[in-house]
């Protein structure tokens, strides 16, 4: 491995030195292609972008820079990502993943860091045919014309596989150094990352929700009967079981820690807040229209979820300025399913 460094620094060391920007999530892929720029001794810094949707470890990304000494910016995509959300211009995946659009608006956030730190090309851990809807070859040749990088973007894994980039052909980066990476198998990565000498990596690949079946139908859900998604209702997303009542919409509590923040939550905004007296089980919090009987359906399932017995009426207490006690009996499993989003 010294030896083929050697050659790499010297098939370079007479072309001028160009300034790259990696995109690293923190797992394998991005990290082995920041580790194959970083042995071929090339100027290189790191964006690491998040959304209300990446299950993303920042420690572990932070980690990778100072393995490779090399600094690491982060930037979240918010409510601009969240207005693409809502329209896709190129559709979604097999659940709400918007992947094609998601990698044209993240490479022009990308494009604008590298305008003002000097960066002339990106680097990305995309493998060709890993992902079937952001990572076949027209959709990545598309990725790049869109976000007005065409030739600038360098994927080292998969880099003998495809056209050469401005940085291959000008020497910047040699090309026969790099891989020839293809399809959905991880053994071929990892491997190179014991080749390399990358151990401590957390995961093969990063997260996110929007892949999730289940966070899709609630996000679904939330743009049919809401609209435009909101910053601050995509973190209600995440929380507790959701039912749909009509106009209206309920959120659940599963645990103490979900509980406290929907408690909170309808302190500060003024959702009615329900809970069992008498018995342990969670807070149910109503977004809408608290008409009378979406409030008796909610009570029905906070006395469901508690731990009140299932075959007797229970008091649940209904906070909605004032304070009234409800006497229901639970909700039958059945129409739980049927309100169940």
Request: aromatic share 6%.
């Amino acid at each position: 491995m010294e030896s083929h460094r050697k050659i790499v620094q010297t098939s370079v060391s007479h072309v001028v030195k160009k300034k790259g920007l990696a995109l690293l999530s923190g797992g394998l892929d991005s990290t082995l292609a920041v580790k194959a720029m970083v042995d071929q001794g090339v100027d290189i810094e790191a964006v690491h972008f998040t959304t209300p949707f990446c299950n993303c470890d920042k420690c572990s990304v932070d980690q990778v820079g100072e393995q490779f000494n090399i600094p690491v910016h982060h930037l979240f995509m918010g409510q601009d990502f969240l207005d693409l959300l809502a329209d896709p211009p190129h559709g979604y995946g097999s659940q709400m993943n918007i992947c094609i659009d998601c990698r044209i608006h993240m490479f022009q956030k990308a494009k604008e860091l590298g305008d003002e730190i000097g960066a002339e090309f990106y680097v990305t851990g995309e493998v060709l045919g890993q992902r079937p809807f952001s990572q076949r070859r027209k959709a990545m040749e598309l990725i790049e014309a869109k976000a007005g990088l065409k030739g600038r973007i360098l994927r080292p894994l998969s880099a003998k596989l495809m056209g050469k980039t401005e940085v291959e052909e000008e020497g910047v980066v040699d090309r026969e150094s790099l891989y020839a990476i293809q399809g959905r198998r991880r053994i071929p990565q990892m491997e190179l990352a014991e080749e390399l000498g990358v151990y401590d990596y957390p995961c093969p690949s990063g997260g996110c929700l929007l892949t999730d079946p289940q966070f899709a139908r609630k996000l679904r859900d939330y743009i049919n009967h809401e609209g435009k998604p909101e910053l601050e209702d995509m973190v209600l997303l995440r929380l507790g079981r959701h039912f749909r009542l009509g106009r209206a919409r309920a959120i659940v509590g599963r645990n103490e820690t979900e509980n406290n923040v929907l408690s909170a939550l309808a302190e500060r905004k003024g959702f009615p807040r329900f809970e069992v007296t008498g018995h342990m089980g969670p807070v149910s919090i109503l977004m809408g229209e608290a008409e009378a009987e979406a409030v008796e359906m909610v009570a029905a399932l906070t006395a469901r979820y508690s731990d009140a017995p299932r075959d007797e009426a229970v008091d649940v207490e209904f906070k909605d300025g004032d304070i009234r006690v409800l006497r229901v009996s639970s909700m039958g499993d059945e129409e739980i399913e049927s309100l169940r989003i």
